[in-house]
Protein backbone atom coordinates (compact mmCIF):
# COMPACT_ATOMS: atom_id res chain seq x y z
CA UNK A 1 0.00 0.00 0.00
CA UNK A 2 0.84 3.52 -0.25
CA UNK A 3 0.65 6.48 2.28
CA UNK A 4 -0.72 9.56 1.10
CA UNK A 5 -0.41 12.83 2.15
CA UNK A 6 -2.29 16.38 0.96
CA UNK A 7 -1.22 19.90 1.35
CA UNK A 8 -1.78 23.16 -0.03
CA UNK A 9 -5.75 23.72 1.37
CA UNK A 10 -6.84 27.24 2.59
CA UNK A 11 -9.19 30.15 1.70
CA UNK A 12 -9.12 31.64 -0.88
CA UNK A 13 -11.37 34.10 -2.65
CA UNK A 14 -13.62 33.73 -5.64
CA UNK A 15 -11.94 34.25 -8.94
CA UNK A 16 -8.49 33.07 -6.99
CA UNK A 17 -6.24 30.26 -7.61
CA UNK A 18 -4.79 27.65 -5.42
CA UNK A 19 -2.25 24.53 -5.81
CA UNK A 20 -2.43 21.26 -4.13
CA UNK A 21 0.25 18.86 -3.51
CA UNK A 22 -0.44 14.95 -3.01
CA UNK A 23 2.77 13.31 -1.31
CA UNK A 24 3.37 9.62 -2.14
CA UNK A 25 5.29 6.92 -0.18
CA UNK A 26 5.84 3.04 0.06
CA UNK A 27 4.69 1.69 -2.74
CA UNK A 28 6.20 2.76 -6.55
CA UNK A 29 4.23 5.78 -6.88
CA UNK A 30 4.71 5.54 -10.76
CA UNK A 31 3.23 1.97 -10.96
CA UNK A 32 -0.13 3.97 -9.82
CA UNK A 33 -2.56 5.98 -11.48
CA UNK A 34 -3.83 8.61 -9.19
CA UNK A 35 -7.17 10.37 -8.65
CA UNK A 36 -8.52 13.58 -7.34
CA UNK A 37 -12.06 13.66 -5.45
CA UNK A 38 -13.73 16.35 -3.03
CA UNK A 39 -16.52 16.16 -0.75
CA UNK A 40 -18.58 19.02 0.59
CA UNK A 41 -20.55 19.14 3.32
CA UNK A 42 -23.42 16.89 3.41
CA UNK A 43 -22.67 15.56 -0.05
CA UNK A 44 -21.43 12.65 -1.43
CA UNK A 45 -17.70 12.55 -2.59
CA UNK A 46 -17.14 13.90 -5.90
CA UNK A 47 -15.16 13.02 -9.00
CA UNK A 48 -12.63 15.86 -9.85
CA UNK A 49 -10.13 14.64 -12.37
CA UNK A 50 -6.99 11.53 -12.56
CA UNK A 51 -4.21 10.92 -14.49
CA UNK A 52 -2.71 8.35 -15.98
CA UNK A 53 0.59 6.64 -14.32
CA UNK A 54 3.17 8.42 -16.52
CA UNK A 55 1.59 11.75 -16.54
CA UNK A 56 0.69 11.62 -20.24
CA UNK A 57 -3.39 11.22 -20.05
CA UNK A 58 -5.69 13.52 -17.76
CA UNK A 59 -9.82 13.87 -17.56
CA UNK A 60 -11.38 15.88 -15.55
CA UNK A 61 -15.08 16.51 -14.87
CA UNK A 62 -17.16 18.86 -16.78
CA UNK A 63 -17.57 20.74 -13.60
CA UNK A 64 -13.59 21.79 -13.22
CA UNK A 65 -12.74 21.67 -16.74
CA UNK A 66 -11.09 24.36 -18.73
CA UNK A 67 -10.29 25.66 -14.99
CA UNK A 68 -8.20 22.88 -12.99
CA UNK A 69 -4.84 20.84 -14.45
CA UNK A 70 -3.77 17.87 -12.55
CA UNK A 71 0.30 16.97 -13.06
CA UNK A 72 2.46 14.36 -11.09
CA UNK A 73 6.50 14.09 -10.74
CA UNK A 74 7.55 10.99 -10.24
CA UNK A 75 10.91 11.30 -9.79
CA UNK A 76 9.29 13.59 -6.43
CA UNK A 77 6.49 11.17 -5.88
CA UNK A 78 4.42 14.09 -6.19
CA UNK A 79 0.65 14.91 -7.48
CA UNK A 80 -0.98 18.22 -8.21
CA UNK A 81 -3.86 19.84 -8.76
CA UNK A 82 -3.68 23.48 -9.90
CA UNK A 83 -7.04 24.94 -9.40
CA UNK A 84 -7.64 28.29 -11.45
CA UNK A 85 -10.72 30.60 -11.34
CA UNK A 86 -12.45 29.35 -8.38
CA UNK A 87 -15.85 29.21 -7.74
CA UNK A 88 -17.90 29.17 -4.36
CA UNK A 89 -19.15 25.57 -5.34
CA UNK A 90 -15.46 24.30 -5.59
CA UNK A 91 -15.53 24.70 -1.83
CA UNK A 92 -14.97 20.81 -0.27
CA UNK A 93 -11.81 18.98 0.56
CA UNK A 94 -9.89 17.58 -1.72
CA UNK A 95 -8.45 14.12 -1.43
CA UNK A 96 -6.16 12.45 -3.71
CA UNK A 97 -5.91 8.70 -4.33
CA UNK A 98 -4.22 5.91 -6.25
CA UNK A 99 -5.01 2.93 -7.49
CA UNK A 100 -4.55 0.09 -10.68
CA UNK A 101 -6.98 1.60 -12.58
CA UNK A 102 -7.57 4.77 -15.03
CA UNK A 103 -10.88 5.26 -13.84
CA UNK A 104 -13.05 8.24 -12.50
CA UNK A 105 -14.78 5.94 -10.04
CA UNK A 106 -14.06 6.49 -6.08
CA UNK A 107 -14.05 2.42 -5.65
CA UNK A 108 -11.33 2.15 -7.95
CA UNK A 109 -9.08 3.35 -5.58
CA UNK A 110 -6.98 1.30 -3.32
CA UNK A 111 -5.04 4.45 -0.80
CA UNK A 112 -6.49 7.69 -0.30
CA UNK A 113 -5.25 10.90 1.65
CA UNK A 114 -6.80 12.22 4.58
CA UNK A 115 -7.73 15.19 2.74
CA UNK A 116 -7.09 19.28 2.65
CA UNK A 117 -10.19 21.85 2.89
CA UNK A 118 -10.31 24.50 0.47
CA UNK A 119 -12.52 27.12 0.66
CA UNK A 120 -13.61 29.26 -1.82
CA UNK A 121 -14.88 32.66 0.04
CA UNK A 122 -17.91 34.57 -1.58
Known amino acids: QVQLVESGGGLVQVGGSLRLSCAAS????????MGWFRQAPGKEREYVGHISRSGSRTYYADSVKGRFTISRDNAKNLVYLQMNSLKSEDTAVYYC???????????????WGQGTQVTVSS
Open 26 to 33: GRTFSSDH
Open 97 to 111: AAGPLLSPVATAYRD
